[in-house]
């Protein structure tokens, strides 16, 4: 190899090195800035499980801070998570679903079940009825309720597979009536 080839080379690696030095800086500024980001949400998401801690004994419903429906909900941990490092990361211990919150007692609704809903409307006919005119008068009915009509077919599909309603198929429609009490499946 002759000198002038190796100080090309030479000057191609000092050249790369350089660039990947600047590179790596570029990243560690990025990685520790991302880390400040995350130790402050991880001081804000501690303060809020204390405050959830705290109106955790209250009975007096009344006396608790309404959540508006666009802020997360925090899922309730055994406890406060310490100075260190979490293993677990804040999507792990919040949610963004409003279904979340009703599932997790945050606001229990007592309404009645899909199911007992469209055995209801199936009892006042006769006749078999299609799911669709089903959903239609269950929006009617229950304007504050929408299931799709998926929704709406799998939970009939449902009472029928437990026996409280039966399907009747004609050409390529499907149709449902209740079943008669005593009646043998």
């Known amino acids: 190899m002759t000198s002038q080839s190796a100080a090309t ?3 191609r690696y000092l050249e790369q090195a350089a660039s990947d030095l600047e590179q790596n800086r570029r990243q560690q500024q990025e990685l520790a800035d991302r880390l400040a980001a995350l130790k402050q949400e991880e001081g804000l998401l501690a303060g809020i499980l204390n ?7 209250f009975s007096d419903a009344s006396r608790l801070p309404e959540q508006a429906q666009d802020e997360p909900v925090v899922a309730k941990s055994k406890r406060a998570p310490s100075g260190g ?4 990361s804040a999507s792990a211990r919040t ?26 409307l199936l009892g006042k006919y006769d006749e078999p009825r299609p799911a669709k005119e089903l959903r239609d008068e269950l929006l009617k009915k229950h304007p504050d309720r929408n299931p799709t009509p998926q929704v709406v077919r799998n939970t009939l599909e449902s009472l029928v597979a437990k026996g409280r309603i039966q399907r009747h ?7 449902y009536t209740l ?5 043998t499946a």
Do not use: C, F, I
């Not at 405050?51 to 004994?57: F, I, M, N, T």
């Open 95 to 120: 949610t963004h679903s409003p279904t979340t919150a009703k599932r997790s007692g945050a606001k229990k609704s007592h309404q009645p079940l899909l199911g007992d809903l469209l055995t209801d």
């Open 179 to 183: 079943v008669e009490p005593g009646a």
């Open 9 to 11: 080379l030479r000057s």
């Open 51 to 57: 405050l959830a801690e705290q109106y955790e004994g």
């Open 169 to 175: 198929k004609q050409d390529r429609s499907v149709m």
């Open 85 to 88: 490092g979490s293993k677990r």
